[in-house]
């Protein structure tokens, strides 16, 4: 089992920045795969940004350039840099931690709301 717990959401005016934290724990050494996602009211949950074990990254089209994935093995942790946030980044997020197997964790999610 993992358990992860993220931080770091609130509110910012449009062209700012804000930084998410993902702590894991339990079975870290089972993860390969960390990422975040946001889902929408309504929508399916989309792919933000993943990152493998390694530090490969991987970015979706609308946040390339603007936010930056990074992952600290020692501390088990995950972090979104999100820099020129705009008001249609406001959604939820939620830290995911893709096994080894394919089996997907997911945090609670936090709220990233973008003021115009």
């Known amino acids: 089992q993992v358990h992860l717990v993220e931080s770091g959401g609130g509110l910012v005016q449009a062209g700012g920045s804000l930084r998410l934290s993902c702590a894991a724990s339990?079975?870290?050494?089972?993860?390969?795969?960390m990422g975040w996602y946001r889902q929408a009211l309504g929508n399916r949950r989309e792919m933000v940004a993943t990152?493998?074990?390694?530090?490969?990254?991987n970015y979706a089209a609308s946040v390339k350039g603007r936010f930056t994935i990074s992952r600290d093995n020692a501390k088990n942790t995950v972090y979104l840099q999100m820099n020129s946030l705009k008001p249609e980044d406001t959604v939820v997020y939620y830290c995911?931690?893709?096994?080894?197997?394919?089996?997907?964790?997911w945090g609670q999610g936090t709220q990233v709301t973008v003021s115009s």
């Open positions: 990152i493998t074990s390694l530090g490969t990254t």
């Open positions: 995911n931690a893709e096994a080894w197997n394919g089996f997907h964790y």
């Open positions: 339990g079975s870290i050494s089972s993860i390969n795969v």
